[in-house]
């Protein structure tokens, strides 16, 4: 489980650092910026289309790179660039550092899907995978911790400083890791070179191989519920006249579900199967949402239960059953697939969240809307535990 640990680091850097920091810190570095409401318009826009441009980026070219250095080489770039905000004043060009940050997120994680695909057994892929991938909730600790223990005695430049230091040990840490890796298999950027697929494979694979395809529709569908849900719940509990605490206790449990669901779910999977896995997370947050929406007060808690054991972990499983099928860089480039993905379909949601709210001046019918969709990843892993999303060993291969 080393392995998974620091990747799960470098899931703090690039994602809890690099992508949530700046949300975490906002407030006071208003008090010193002149950041307006279209500065943070813009900085949510631009971070959340450079996040989808970097998994597209990893998608086509990123088999070219050998995905040790892609990691090295995502990591020094966030955190160089984690340290410079601190001294920024500047509202475009700290817009233009988390643009950057956000695209270097995603790289981050294709990489990182692809070394553990290649490093670790099939049977413990699934494990590695989702337990590194919780390291995004383990980044939303941190910041809390940041927020309440350092930034009031030190001043917000502290969090961003400090977030680099971390950094630094993280890339040292991994550099270690890699060496190690590499020593163990030789010859294994030639492998990387052999098994990936052109641009055209890849689209064609995510539409006609069916576990891509299915995959790509699960994450769709994860973006579509997830992003709305997180994105306007504060909104929602004030527009019901709930405590505002309320809104921060979500966030609370939702974090500390996240840490831990990494490991337990992706040791389901690779013990029970995928499928038994992914049927538990998405009923997980189909049940805590459905039942949000009916008594949002008493059941806000259990909803982000339900999304912290779902979001975080996703990924790692699904990338695992993936590489199932896949080979190792193959399973990169369909994991960055997954994410563009995901952000079209939190775009999706958010725009159609949008249209409910003004047309009806709440947003009840939001939250109902999402209920519903939660309901068909329920569904597809019904679908793939009863195993109808099996391709032949003759796909396998030709994979």
Not at 97 to 118: H, P
Not at 239 to 257: H, M
Request: net charge positive; aromatic share 10%; charged share 10%.
């Amino acid at each position: 489980m080393g392995m998974a640990a620091i990747f799960g680091m470098n899931q703090i850097i690039s994602h809890g650092f690099g992508v949530f920091l700046f949300a975490a810190l906002v407030p006071l570095m208003r008090e010193d910026i002149a950041l307006t409401h279209w500065h943070l318009a813009a900085i949510g826009a631009l971070s959340q289309l450079a996040y989808l441009g970097g998994a597209m980026l990893l998608g086509l070219i990123g088999h070219r790179i050998a995905a040790s250095k892609l990691l090295i080489g995502t990591g020094t770039v966030t955190t160089s660039l984690l340290a410079s905000i601190a001294f920024l004043s500047d509202p475009l060009v700290i817009t233009a550092a988390l643009t950057c940050l956000s695209a270097s997120a995603a790289i981050s994680w294709g990489a990182i899907v692809d070394v553990i695909s290649r490093s670790s057994s099939s049977e413990k892929s699934s494990t590695y995978l989702s337990t590194a991938a919780s390291g995004t909730a383990w980044g939303y600790g941190f910041n809390g911790l940041l927020i309440l223990l350092v930034v009031p005695l030190l001043g917000w430049q502290s969090g961003w400083l400090i977030a680099a230091a971390i950094g630094v040990v993280v890339i040292i840490i991994t550099l270690r890791m890699l060496g190690r890796l590499k020593r163990k298999q030789p010859g294994g950027e030639a492998e990387q070179a052999d098994s990936a697929l052109s641009a055209a494979q890849l689209l064609s694979t995510v539409i006609r191989q069916p576990v891509a395809l299915t995959a790509c529709l699960l994450c769709f569908f994860v973006g579509f519920t997830t992003m709305p849900f997180s994105n306007w719940l504060n909104t929602f509990l004030a527009e019901l006249q709930l405590p505002s605490a309320l809104g921060g206790l979500t966030w609370t449990t939702l974090g500390l579900t996240g840490m831990f669901a990494g490991f337990v779910t992706g040791k389901l999977a690779d013990s029970k199967g995928h499928g038994v896995a992914l049927l538990l997370i998405f009923t997980g947050f189909a049940t805590g949402l459905g039942l949000f929406v009916l008594d949002p007060g008493r059941f806000a808690l259990l909803a982000g239960v339900g999304y912290g054991m779902m979001y975080f972990p996703v990924w790692g499983i699904l990338a695992g059953w993936v590489s199932r099928y896949f080979a190792p860089t193959a399973t990169m480039q369909i994991s960055g697939f997954c994410m563009v993905m995901a952000g079209l379909g939190g775009a999706s949601g958010n725009l159609i969240a949008g249209f409910i709210s003004d047309s009806t001046s709440s947003l009840v019918g939001v939250y109902q809307l999402l209920a519903l969709v939660s309901l068909l990843p329920v569904a597809i892993a019904l679908w793939i535990l009863a195993g109808r999303s099996r391709i032949s060993d003759q796909q396998q291969t030709a994979a």
